[in-house]
């Protein structure tokens, strides 16, 4: 056993994607040097509910991902450390519908901003967000959590534009990422059609779960 | 701030593969209710570096792959814990050739045992092994992680072999295998040609870093 006094952050970096302004966001609360929302480890919680608990303090959302980033150790990462204290990070990474996301202002205020144009954020904050962002590009090529953030209903136009704010414009053209999707056979046309903008109706599709079983678990690319 | 009492182990999962018994094994030490190399985390090391000594103080190995897994926070996963203490635990994940492999038998027996036949394993140990051989097995579909553990030099059935005994007979055929590989450009072949067993000589080959580059970072299946 160890005199060493460790204190352990539950850190949850919360993305959504605003569909209107084609813009990947990050939440992050504070005024002059924002942080990732977190909460120190409380003893009767698990870190998953935890990490729950700390997006529940910021935000009210029906529709989410969650799932452990990594661990992040330090030594020397927190200012509270000392030669007999370290403060460990576990965190988690979310992905919230944007549209159903509403933001907890109290007590401290809390927002969206863009991860491309990320403001400095307290410690090693911001060497977070960039490890969750790459887990967030690494997931959406070869699981599905896409559609646990889009509504029930989308059209494959939708869905490509989700894929293209995360993993950027040249990352497939639409007509490869429809028809590889498509022969994945996962998603459902549900024969109804609805006008979005201008040009004809466009079909709206539901994700199948069950259609999606024989991929789970397995590291396939789907675009 | 709260009065929790936190511990903070640090556990690597120690994988490696016999190629003469055909079979995937995981390091574990003590006797009767053998667990996971561990050690409670120091105050001047990385968790990285802790999970390099964990295995420093159980392997003489040069070639090996380490990374960190999970980490599990219970509550109620460790006999040491009361109301006012937590046991976290922050597992890594490693990979070590087998043929260069040393034990070291002092001051603690360390043995190899083949994931499937397993024998219980104190705490949650057991489930951590399981959790690392899915990581291992998704690892091994779509990052370079064999070639850290083959030798420098190696033949397609070698390396097929490696794969068989992690993922399983049916994971592929061969032909299929050594033709989907060869196809993405990053073995090599040197020329050379070796006699392993009865059948012709079979190819050598060496895997290129520089061509797999492309690749890095990039969820793609490629068996």
Redesign the interface.
């Known amino acids: ?2 005199a ?5 952050d539950v850190v949850t970096v919360i993305f959504s994607v605003d569909p209107e302004a084609n813009r990947l966001l990050v939440l992050v609360c504070g005024g002059e040097l924002p942080r990732l929302p977190g909460l ?8 998953a509910e935890q990490a729950y608990q700390v997006l529940a303090t910021k935000v009210q959302v029906e529709h989410l991902y969650l799932e ?1 980033l ?2 992040f ?3 020397g990462r927190d200012e509270r450390e000392t ?2 204290r ?1 403060c ?1 990070c ?1 965190a988690y990474f979310a992905l919230v519908q944007y549209q159903e996301t509403v933001l907890l202002l109290e007590p401290q205020p809390v927002q969206w901003v863009p991860v491309p144009q990320l403001p400095v954020l307290w410690g090693d904050h911001a060497q977070i967000v960039q490890y969750g962002y ?1 887990r967030l590009r ?1 997931k959406l ?2 699981s599905p959590i896409a559609f646990q953030v889009l509504p029930e209903l989308f059209t494959l136009g939708e869905l490509y534009q989700l894929y293209t704010i995360i993993l950027g414009e040249d990352f497939s053209d639409y007509s490869n990422f429809r028809s590889r999707l498509l022969k994945l056979g996962f998603l459902r046309d549900t024969g109804q059609k609805v006008c979005r903008g201008a040009g004809r109706p466009a079909s709206l599709y539901r994700f199948d779960q069950h259609a999606f079983l024989p991929y789970q ?5 789907f675009i």
Chains 1, 2 share one sequence.
């Open positions: 056993m160890t060493l006094q460790i204190t352990v120190v480890l409380a003893e009767e919680l698990s870190l452990q990594y661990t150790g330090g030594p030669s007999q370290r460990l576990v790459q690494n090529e070869y678990d397995k590291p396939m690319v």
